[in-house]
Nanobody, 121 residues
Framework: QTQVAESGGGLVQAGGSLRLSCVVS?????VGWFRQRPGTPREFVAA????????SYGDSVAGRVTISGDNANTAVYLQMNSLTPADTAVYYC?????????????????WGQGTQVTVSS
């Protein structure tokens, strides 16, 4: 059974950077990052297709984050720069066997437990 696990969260000052990691116990999955800020629904952050050639970013993070993965997306990274307190959230990694990049969280069936990111002002 495929599983995913996130790591790399923590406390960072505004303007700083963090890199989140997602380990997928399977190959060739499309992988997405989502986040849930306090009191708000979970939202799309970034995703990478199974081939690694296609990526997509949420409007609230575009230009500040980069998603990347190894050849088979067994390890997927989310580099986040210029962080603000508004980025404080639990960040989740999710995987789907669909090949193309997926931004809709409803298609993801495999979810990690989440990693907390806190940005102080």
């Amino acid at each position: 059974q495929t599983q995913v696990a996130e790591s790399g969260g923590g406390l960072v000052q505004a303007g700083g950077s963090l890199r989140l990691s997602c380990v997928v116990s399977g190959r060739d999955f499309s992988v997405g990052w989502f986040r849930q800020r306090p009191g708000t629904p979970r939202e799309f952050v970034a995703a990478i297709g199974a081939s690694g050639g296609s990526t997509s970013y949420g409007d609230s993070v575009a230009g500040r984050v980069t998603i990347s993965g190894d050849n088979a997306n067994t390890a997927v990274y989310l580099q986040m720069n210029s962080l603000t307190p508004a980025d404080t959230a639990v960040y989740y990694c999710a995987a789907t066997p669909l090949i193309s990049v997926q931004t809709n969280q409803a298609v993801y069936r495999i979810w990690g437990q989440g990693t907390q990111v806190t940005v102080s002002s």
